[in-house]
């Protein structure tokens, strides 16, 4: 079990730029959520989605976040434009009924 | 609308002895109440969890204490070891596979 992967580890980007984070969960898991970690604010949900379908985007801070699964073995976050605000580490998680398994997470830099 | 306040937020004790980290929350839909683990340059790790129905819950070290009409949690950890230095996190949510609410952690640092 590879666990859920979250590529890349670390992107730094330039301020209005376009960034895509990647995960892949662990398999057979069909929740999949996308956290986001700061000093200021903890963990926060910003989406998670069920048998591919998003079901609680309210998180999720403004329209320049957007989400999507398009396979149960693939989901990606995108921020377009960036901002520094936007810097924390995102977590992707995954679940199956037994507990919410996290991902080592994709440290973000915008500079 | 803070719905899992925890401390305190940072804690230190010394080797073999006992870390208590308190929780409450407000919503009484919650049904599972998660302690997650983080070391640095991780995500968090489930460590040990509790549903309301049960008032205590020991797994090894690690015990959950649960005061359901107090809306409240706790967290103790027996002959703390330094490794078990890292930041813990409490949690709820209204189904196990829900979305889950967390406190703002607790930077644990066990001396020597």
């Known amino acids: 079990d590879a666990g859920v992967i979250q590529s890349p580890r670390h992107e730094v980007t330039e301020m209005g730029q376009e960034v895509t984070l990647r995960c892949k969960p662990i398999?057979?898991?069909?929740?999949l959520f996308w956290y986001r970690q700061t000093m200021m604010r903890g963990l926060e949900l910003l989406i998670y989605?069920?048998?591919?379908?998003?079901?609680?985007d309210s998180g999720m801070p403004e329209d320049r976040f957007s989400a999507k699964m398009p396979n149960a073995s693939f989901s990606t976050l995108k921020i377009q434009p960036s901002e520094p605000r936007d810097s924390a580490v995102y977590f992707c998680a995954s679940s199956a009924g037994n507990g919410v398994t996290f991902g080592s997470g994709t440290r973000l830099t915008v500079v | 609308q803070q719905q899992v306040k925890q401390s305190p937020q940072s804690l230190i004790v010394q080797k073999g002895g006992i870390s208590i980290i308190n929780c409450a929350y407000e919503?009484?839909?919650?049904?599972?109440f998660p302690w997650y683990q983080q070391f640095p340059g991780k995500g968090p790790a489930l460590l040990i969890a509790?549903?309301?129905?049960?008032s205590e819950k020991k797994e090894g070290r690690f015990t959950i204490s649960f005061n359901k009409s107090a809306k409240q949690f706790s967290l103790h950890i027996m002959d703390s070891q330094p490794g078990d230095s890292a930041t813990y996190f409490c949690?709820?949510?209204?189904?196990?596979?829900?979305?889950?609410?967390f406190g703002k952690g607790t930077r644990l640092h066990i001396l020597p």
């Open positions: 398999s057979g898991h069909d929740y």
């Open positions: 949690a709820a949510s209204i189904r196990r596979d829900d979305k889950i609410i």
């Open positions: 509790i549903r309301p129905d049960v």
């Open positions: 919503n009484t839909a919650f049904d599972y």
């Open positions: 989605f069920n048998n591919n379908v998003p079901i609680d």
